[in-house]
């Protein structure tokens, strides 16, 4: 009887799985398959492992997605730390989460402002005297902008992960004789990895794809597959084409997934 009522309570799961999560994948793969006309053909996979158009937007896809890893990161786990440390925690990662409230295209647009030619930013450079700089549709401005709305995302498993953390592990390194510095290099660090990856993987995983951010910060400077993605769909109608790019995508993804693996999980 239990067993009937668990299965009962797990059905909308399965089904919402398998209408929005395996479905799709499955007629993405589908459609990869399929030209313009939609015949069956290998093209679109040969068309792009064989072009350097779409080699090079994979490595660029890549590489991004990794430095706003990285930047995210840098910035994400010290502010976690201090934040884990603070007498209201959860507020301060309220003030953390609030900004993802916010719409995307509205917080681009907000970027655009500061940014433009004429945005804040350039009128300041202007008035300490370094003058107006080419700051939108650049790497860096694209980069900074994607960090800014990832960072929600690899704060909070971060945080998660250091608030649960024995804190009479931490004080027995220090009673041992270690230092803060090595408490924090030799405990805090190890134990808090499962945030780090869980992190990683919010963050890098999403910005492989981003493609309204490229498109409204990083202008056609800053391509990605993302971005070859939305073209093909919506401009070119090569269904096919941008179906096989998000396969890759997916694929991609995966790799991710396995690579950040929890390994003691993983070997079990």
């Known amino acids: 009887m239990h067993q009937t009522k668990a299965f009962n309570y797990s059905v909308p799961y399965y089904a919402w799985l398998l209408l929005f999560v395996i479905a799709p994948v499955i007629l993405l793969l589908f459609e990869s398959f399929m030209d313009v006309h939609g015949n069956f053909t290998l093209n679109n996979y040969q068309t792009y492992f064989s072009s350097g158009t779409y080699i090079r937007m994979t490595f660029n896809s890549v590489f991004f997605a990794f430095m706003v890893t990285v930047i995210t990161l840098a910035i994400s786990y010290p502010m976690a730390l201090i934040m884990s440390r603070l007498k209201h925690a959860q507020f301060w990662l309220m003030l953390v989460i609030l900004p993802t409230w916010v719409n995307l295209l509205l917080k681009a647009y907000a970027f655009i402002g500061l940014f433009a030619k004429q945005g804040t ?132 993804m995966a790799i991710t997934m396995y690579l950040t693996r929890d390994r003691k999980q993983g070997g079990k």
Do not use: C
Not at 192 to 208: E, H, K, W
């Open 121 to 252: 930013l350039n009128e300041f450079l202007t008035f300490v005297g370094i003058g107006p700089q080419q700051i939108m549709f650049t790497d860096g401005a694209f980069m900074a902008v994607a960090a800014y709305v990832q960072i929600p995302f690899m704060i909070m498993p971060i945080f998660n992960s250091l608030v649960e953390i024995d804190q009479s592990l931490v004080n027995a390194a220090r009673d041992l004789g270690a230092s803060s510095a090595q408490t924090l290099r030799k405990v805090i660090i190890p134990l808090s990895m499962n945030g780090v990856r869980t992190g990683v993987q919010a963050v890098f995983i999403p910005t492989l794809s981003l493609f309204m951010i490229t498109r409204l910060i990083g202008g056609n400077r800053v391509i990605t597959l993302g971005t070859a993605i939305e073209e093909h769909f919506l401009v070119t109608q090569n269904w096919g084409m941008g179906s096989t790019i998000g396969i890759i995508l997916i694929i991609a």
